[in-house]
């Protein structure tokens, strides 16, 4: 049972509960009033009757059937003991009622199988006036009350499925439009198709997000594109200088010791750019996913460990450090790439002998050398994977480095911002949010 059908019997069980609650409403008000008419005329009968006592102008309709008499005028006298005929029968009550020993009541009786409504009241001493109506009337109004209500609950029932499915259709279109854009992308697998946007209700602000996660996702696929082809780019050229070479090592004996030498510390060399170029783009493939394992993070304790390595990897440039204790929550592998990067991209840039400046407070880290600086044309395109500004094609590295640190920042909620000192060169400034 699709949506639409469900939604369609839901509306119909809610109407014929509201019918059948309004039908029996209606079927207790209508019993309670036709019988309440009818014990008015019987009082109002009865009240008639004693008048014409009092004043010796009733008379005893003998022989007749309350059958045939106009209701209410079927009337008649009772004592406590039987004596003589009656025009209906009379209960033990009504005789206790004659006798003074039962108040005036209102009853049912059968008369030769017709069913009716008497009132029964005191008069004289020793005698009761008794006043009888028909109230097969009354039932065969309420039966036909009741196939009213019936036939017209069943109606009711019945528009109720029809509007339902309609007005699910209707209220549904948004959702079968989601459905057949899902259907199109899963078989054509392009992301760009867009669903219109109609109206200002759930369903459309559910058709936007999905249009959101569509635009998401072809980006997505657009950005793993670009780095597959700029991947296959990059690979390409390490791949065959090394192919050279080992061509260069498979000319047995036409090497001198030193060439094979020199040849084999350029493989080396070349294996250790391929596996960093490797490295980074692992790192790249994971986007700017939260850290599955994330946890609170020293980040002055790997600032202080990055700073000692790159002191040791860059030994001509000096390296001065100010940490305050900053807590972060995240990876602490990840943190440490991205400073092990920042610290890298300032040392190449850097003059030999100059210093590189690393400041760490109040959840800010800053990363400043006294190279040449970033020129303002470049800022927007720094943070591209394998962007290298016309400065920086003559120094070594992939142009993943930069990338990497912003993806990584990213990943941790936080911002990186590049400065231009007012002494030169460049610094860029990392900002975290607080743990939590």
């Known amino acids: 049972m699709n949506l639409r059908t469900r939604l369609a019997v839901l509306a119909a069980l809610s109407v014929a509960v509201a019918v059948a609650a309004m039908a029996f409403a209606a ?47 079927c009337a008649q006298l009772v004592t406590p003991e039987p004596a003589g005929p009656t025009l209906f029968p009379v209960t033990p009550e009504a005789r206790q009622v004659a006798a003074g020993t039962r108040a005036e009541f209102t009853g049912d009786v059968l ?30 109004s309420l039966d036909r009350i009741r196939r009213v209500l019936l036939l017209a609950g069943a109606g009711g029932v019945v528009l109720a499925c029809a509007f339902g499915y309609l007005v699910a259709r209707a209220g549904l279109r948004p959702l079968a439009r989601i459905t057949a854009a899902s259907r199109h992308i899963a078989r054509t697998r392009d992301p760009a198709h867009r669903i219109p946007v109609r109206g200002r209700d759930e369903l459309a602000e559910l058709t936007r997000h999905f249009n959101t996660m569509l635009a998401a996702l072809e980006e997505s696929l657009a950005a793993q594109r670009q780095l597959v082809a700029d991947a296959s780019h990059e690979l390409r050229t390490p791949l065959t200088a090394l192919r050279s070479d080992i061509d260069l090592l498979a000319l047995d004996g036409r090497l001198g010791e030193d060439r094979r030498r020199v040849v084999l510390r350029r493989i080396g060399d070349q294996f250790e750019e391929l596996t960093q170029l490797v490295n980074d783009l692992i790192e790249l493939a994971r986007g700017d996913e939260p850290p599955s394992e994330a946890e609170e993070v020293d980040l002055a304790q790997v600032v202080g460990e990055r700073v000692e390595l790159a002191r040791r990897h860059w030994p001509g440039i000096t390296f001065t450090a100010r940490l305050a204790p900053v807590l972060v ?53 720094v943070f591209d994977r394998f962007y290298r500004s016309a400065t920086a094609r003559d120094v070594p590295g992939s142009g993943l480095g930069l990338a990497i640190v912003a993806q990584v920042v990213r990943a941790h909620g936080g911002r990186v911002e590049i400065g231009s000192p007012p002494g030169g060169g460049a610094e860029f400034t990392v900002g975290f949010p607080p743990p939590g």
């Open 111 to 140: 008369s030769d199988g017709l069913a009716l409504r008497v009132k029964t009241v005191p008069v004289r001493p020793g005698e009761a006036l008794q006043v009888a109506v028909r109230s097969d009337q009354v039932t065969q």
């Open 329 to 381: 929550t995240g990876s602490a592998e990840r943190l440490a790439r991205a400073v092990a990067n920042l610290l890298d991209n300032a040392a190449k840039f850097a003059p030999a002998g100059s210093t590189v400046t690393v400041g760490l407070a109040d959840g800010r880290l800053s990363v400043r050398d006294e190279g040449p600086g970033i020129a303002e044309a470049d800022r927007p395109r």
């Open 27 to 73: 079927y207790f008000f209508f019993d309670r009033e036709l019988g309440r008419q009818l014990d008015v005329s019987l009082t109002r009968e009865a009240n008639r009757v004693q008048l014409q006592l009092k004043q010796g102008d009733w008379y005893r309709p003998d022989g007749l059937s309350c059958e045939w008499l106009a209701a209410p005028a």
